[in-house]
């Protein structure tokens, strides 16, 4: 008898045991809009992501929407890409904005990847990998200094310009007033994003972002139409 509830108290154990391990195991094996999270280092970026990348504008879900874009991007022009330049460059490239890593007098896109390196370099990345990561990250910016050559790098500076326009672009820049120099009141948010209508289109490399651009600005202007009529011609905004 006392053998038979050692032996139904092991099983519980293996049996408890066995589901904790799978709970755990069951760390997401994907992220949010489902970008598959099929090796150690992927899983170990999203968690440093998760815990680090946080702000409202350029955290973890502009991450997200740079790397679909940049996917549905390079599918529309065709081209045979790495995704994990990608998926680095994504969730690491605005790392050097967001506090404690930011440094007062850092352009952003240099800190991130004053961040990026050593971090990639630890989760195993290959040198070769971490350099066309390097170029993604400091040409993502639409007025970078670093005008991106390769494909990757290109696609990137493409999704990352375009999730300053259309509706998310709004949503975005709004989202700063008051605190940043892009936004430092409600008209002066409106302001900005009406020259990055004009702006933005000629910064774009690849023809389907220009495409997709001409959509979304019409989709600014149209709300921007709207403000005005609410506003008495910004008067009250
Ligand atoms: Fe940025
Ligand atoms: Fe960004």
Redesign the pocket.
Known sequence: MKQILVLITLIEFVGVNLFCWTALAGSPNSTKTGIRLDTKWKQQVYSFAEQNVRHSI?GIAHSERNYQFAVDLASHEKLSIDKDILFAAAFL??IG?IEPFRIQGVE??TRSVQVMEPLLKSFGLSDEKISKVREAILG??YNAELIPEGLEAVLFHDA?TLDFLGSIGLVRIVGLTDRHAWAPTLPGAIETLQGWTEELPRKLITQSAKVIAKKRIAELKGVMTSLQQYTFSGAAL
């Open positions: 350029w490239h605005d904005a952003h896109a993502h910016m990352d």
